[in-house]
Each structure stands twice: as C-alpha cells, then as structure tokens.
C-alpha cells in the first residue's frame, strides 16, 4: 500500500510539473435551478445530514460501491428515483445511481460531496448526472453509470462539463452560465438521461490497472478538505 501511495504522488506532482492540473468546476450559489421541481422528491436525500464511520471511510469501500451501481441494469426513469427505489428495483438511471451513490456516501461520514448535472461530453445532446468528491488530493469523479472505479477529476473542458451542482441545501450554478444558458434554453429541462445503456457482461467487471484510479485502505478524516462555499 504504501508503494502505491508513493507511486501516486509522484505521478500526481509529475503531472502538476507539466501543466495538466486536477479539475473543479467552479460554482456561484444561487437561489434556484430549472430542476428544483424535478428534483423535490429526492431533495431530502441532500439534505440528510452525515453519518460517521469511526474507522472513516475508504476507497475500497467506494469503489465496491461504483461497481455494484455499475453492474446494475439502466433504466431510464422521468421521474426521480429516491436511493430506497433504487435500491428496491435494482435498475436506474444516471441520476439514480448517482444519488444513491450520495445517499451511501453521505450515511458513511463522506463531506464535501455534490450531486452534479451537466454534460459528460461537449457533443452529448442529452444531459449527465454524476458526483464529485473534493478531497486534498484533488477533485475525485463519481460516476457510477459509466465508469467503476472513483477516479481523479482532470482539467478537461471537453468531459464532465458541469452546468448545476447541489449539495446539501445549496445549490449552485457553473460559473460559465453563457454555456448553461445556451444548452438548457427552456425553463423545464428533461431530466438528466443517457439512453439505453446495456448491462455488462461479467467478464468487463475485471479493469485493467490504471494510475487514475483509486483503491486504499480506510482514510484519515483529516484527509479531506473543508471546503468552503463556493
């Protein structure tokens, strides 16, 4: 473990020397989003206040929890799913594998967690729905429909290109509203969805090893940040 942890800090200042830097989307809090009346059913799932872990939590425990929402069958829902439909019916969306994610997170003590609705890529004509996790290390992404393992969040305007995130009883806006204006021009966007996305089979649960993902022991609170608001 401890190599590992060696091996990652050194490619993690490596990177910062040749100017490729960890990503966080920059918000500005604001008062209301197009999705709020979507979005009231599952809202106390975003306020439920943090549980705690006494051992803290850990990104073997995390990463369970990716690949087990990234097993689970899609299923688009119009409605919001709360995290106990969820896990009741076993199939969701991206939205709903992502705020079932935030429920777990949550319950276990994590802070600093956003639920985030944008676009997982520029050229994507439907909206995305994922987490980001702001810890020291940088910003880790979440995203349960597409990927199995947290993963860094990079400096990449082309990918996960954030339009709304929330948090707890905040809710915040990307600061490049021009952006956000231009894709969502009408007042009640669908909700966040990515089609059909079709169950894989057992022999892709296996990834092969990658430097962006993470898989540790139990981490000290005092790891992550506490980040102010936005």
Known sequence: MIPFRKGLWFLIGALGWTSVGFSQSTFVEVDSTPYDKQMARV????????????????FALVNDWMMELR????????????????????????????????????????TNVRFV????????????????????????????????TATIKLDDRRSYIAFYGYEGAHKYQAANSLLVNRTLAIH????????????????????????????????????????PAF
């Open 117 to 148: 609705i944008g676009k997982r890529s520029m050229s994507d004509s439907l909206t995305h729905a994922w987490l980001e996790w702001d810890t020291q290390m940088g910003t880790l992404l979440l995203d349960p429909t597409f990927n199995w």
């Open 188 to 227: 009640s966007p669908a909700a966040p969805s990515q089609g059909v996305i079709t169950r894989p089979t057992r022999s892709t649960w296996r990834m092969p090893p990658s430097p962006w993902l993470f898989d540790e022991g139990p981490v000290d609170p005092r790891f992550f940040s506490n980040r």
């Open 43 to 58: 809202q106390p799932t975003l306020t439920a206040p943090s549980g705690y872990l006494i051992d803290g939590i850990s």
């Open 71 to 110: 097993a689970m069958p899609y299923r688009y829902s119009r409605e919001w799913q709360t995290p106990s439909e969820v896990e009741a019916a076993r199939v969701a969306d991206c939205k709903g594998k992502a705020l079932a994610l935030y429920d777990r997170l949550q319950l276990n003590g994590a």
